[in-house]
């Protein structure tokens, strides 16, 4: 089966006055028709300018190599007429922030008619219907009355649920949710999800979750790949990599997650060191410098994404890969 | 007009100023437009009997007559009319070209802006007067003319005002949002960038009303635009000033229209500018 993704040796690098700025370092993933990935990663890991690169969005001074195939055809390069056909209609992105992702000046029917209009070639009163359906279908009151009113008499819950509305009124093959939840509060990031978890039921189509927040994820998604400084480290079926770690980060991570039963905690356990910034030179393991297994071969010899040793079981076959020397077992 | 709509009306009547500006040019423009149908005289009708009279209600010349014994009041309307129009047409075509001037240099950006904006800089480097007079000594005098000309460089500032909102405007999250939805660089800039400047478009072209009014006062003053017989708020004034001491009331007539006529608008334009800027209001 082709998958609905596939990013192979992506790098997408900056140019800045300091020199190259390596956003994403080689990252490679496969999006299986249907599935649901998770992409976790502290601010600045790549894991958003992975999906940008993957959309087309990235500015001019962005060099981007590699390939990205959805569904088998190639992304990177392609003419912008050929990115429109798919981009927003069978590949389609919603954004952290809802309260700017829709254009102020227009009204909401409009912005949403138009996606249908534009790419399914239907008139503007069919689309306005397929419009009110689908703003039903996202629980939004009183269809009809929205579509006439602007962004700025919305709210943010509701905003984000038109940018969902939109980006699923083609029928999407992809959804690559960015953070689609973190401008919202808790009890709206809950109904957002279970929106995202119906619609994904219904269309059978295939969900990128973009967060830093392991919660978020866990409740939905199948596989969870976890970004560090523009790599992708690792790469497991979720039960597996929450039950399981096997990267020191993945640990660690899942450390800082708060629990509720657990017993009462003095502080909340951090991650020791930062983050590498930007431009900064990295040792062959990135994670090095923070990580508590770390040792000499760390510094020298870049791991690899490779099979996790006891994996490679008979009923989930190599479906976990680690980037470590030292994997947790 | 969207978003603009209700609330920018509402700011705009809570401004008596800009208000009543309003309600003196909507004056102005009706007593231009139907002024002619309440008094028999025309502008080219020479009045042997009255020549140079002064205004009385008796002779039906109520502002007057020129040397020529031409009624005032026709000709102080008709130049009117013709003042507005100018000041209107050529604020459409600055509306209309550098608008999608504007828009196309700032969305594009990188080289297309650069040659663009260079492109308007030449033109605005050009000495106006010289070019008028440059055209019209080719081209020879005509009305026409004037619009082409006041045409060509009224829309430079409109282009860079809009091509500023525009950088600003590429940079949301919206227009990635387009752009992520499949739209192409057309519709982006027509349907996503264009709705989005529209408030600072209106106030520039409320205000480039009466610079274009007076300047094509200025030049017809110069004798370089509206031409014998015709008649512009310029010439009219530019024939009073001549007889000012004997004849006060024919520069007084045209040049109080103009006066009032630019303070108005200016006003206006003053007023809607703070009533569509919701972040000052």
């Known amino acids: 089966m082709i998958p609905t993704l596939s990013v192979d040796e992506l790098t997408v690098r900056f140019a800045h006055r300091t020199g190259t700025l390596e956003a994403v370092a080689g990252a490679s993933l496969r999006i299986e028709p249907g599935e649901c990935v998770g992409i976790v990663g502290e601010s600045g890991s790549g894991k ?62 409009t912005q949403l008619a138009e996606v249908l209009v534009c790419h399914l070639g239907v008139s503007w009163s069919e689309a306005r219907s397929a419009a009110v359906r689908m703003l039903e279908h996202v629980r939004i009151p009183d269809p009809k009355r929205r579509l006439k009113q602007y962004p700025y008499e919305l709210s943010g819950g509701m905003r984000q649920r038109v940018m969902l509305a939109m980006s699923l009124l083609c029928k999407p093959d992809l959804l690559i949710a960015d953070e689609p939840t973190t401008a919202l509060d808790v009890t709206l990031q809950a109904q957002i999800m279970e929106l995202l978890r119906a619609a994904r039921g219904e269309t059978g189509m295939a969900l990128v979750l973009i967060s830093h927040d392991l919660g978020v994820i866990a409740g939905l998604a199948d596989r969870i790949l976890v970004m560090y400084a523009g790599r992708i480290v690792e790469n497991a079926a979720a039960d597996e990599l929450l039950r399981r770690p096997r990267h020191p980060y993945t640990a660690e991570l899942l450390k800082c997650v708060p629990s509720l039963s657990g017993p009462r905690l003095a502080r909340m356990p951090t991650l020791p060191g930062q983050p590498p910034q930007p431009g900064e030179v990295l040792q062959a393991c990135p994670f090095a410098p923070r990580c508590p297994r770390a040792a000499e071969r760390c510094r020298v010899e870049p791991p690899v994404l490779a099979v996790a040793a006891g994996a490679a079981n008979a009923t989930n076959a190599a479906n976990a890969y680690v980037a470590c020397h030292f994997p947790l077992s | 007009m969207s978003v603009l709509g209700d609330d920018a009306i509402r700011r705009l009547r809570a401004r008596p100023a800009a208000v009543s500006a309003l309600l003196i ?69 600055s509306i209309l070209v550098g608008v999608s001037y504007g828009a196309i240099a700032g969305y594009i950006g990188g080289r297309t802006d650069h040659l663009m904006m260079r492109v308007i800089e030449i033109l605005s480097g050009l000495p106006l007067i010289f070019f008028v007079i440059f055209l019209t000594v080719i081209f020879g005098r005509s009305e026409y003319l004037l619009f082409v000309s006041i045409g060509a460089v009224g829309w430079l500032t409109m282009a860079r005002i809009v091509r500023g909102q525009t950088l600003s405007i590429r940079q949301q999250e919206y227009i990635a949002a387009a752009v ?59 024939e009073g000033v001549g007889e000012m001491e004997a004849a006060p009331w024919m520069l007084l007539v045209p040049g109080s229209f103009l006066a009032v006529l630019l303070l108005c608008l200016n006003i206006f334009g003053d007023g809607l500018r703070d009533a569509l800027d919701v972040k000052e209001a």
Do not use: C
């Not at chain 1, 429109?84 to 389609?92: A, D, P, Q």
């Not at chain 2, 800039?189 to 600072?200: E, Q, T």
């Open chain 1, 48 to 109: 958003t300018q992975l999906f940008l690169a993957a959309m087309g969005l990235l500015r001019g001074h962005a060099k981007v190599s590699g390939s990205i195939r959805f569904a088998g055809n190639e992304l990177l390069g392609a003419k912008a007429a050929a990115l429109n056909r798919v981009r927003g209609s069978k590949l389609t992105m919603i954004f952290q922030d809802p309260m700017t992702s829709l254009t102020p000046h227009l009204r909401i029917g």
């Open chain 2, 25 to 93: 040019i909507t004056a102005v423009l009706l007593i231009a437009l139907l002024g002619p149908w309440l008094n028999p005289n025309n502008t080219q009708t020479l009045d042997w009997l009255h020549v140079a009279a002064g205004p009385t209600l008796q002779s039906a010349h109520w502002f007057g007559t020129d040397r020529l014994g031409r009624d005032l009041y026709a000709r102080t309307l008709a130049g009117a009319r013709v003042s507005v129009a100018i000041g209107l047409v050529a604020s459409m075509i």
């Open chain 2, 180 to 238: 992520a939805g499949g739209a192409g660089t057309g519709r982006i800039i027509a349907k996503h960038v264009v709705p989005n400047v529209i408030g600072p478009v209106i106030v520039y072209a409320t205000l480039t009303v009466p610079q274009i009014i007076l300047f094509e006062s200025f030049l017809s003053f110069l004798g370089l635009g509206i031409q014998e017989p015709g008649a512009s708020l310029g010439t009219l004034i530019a």
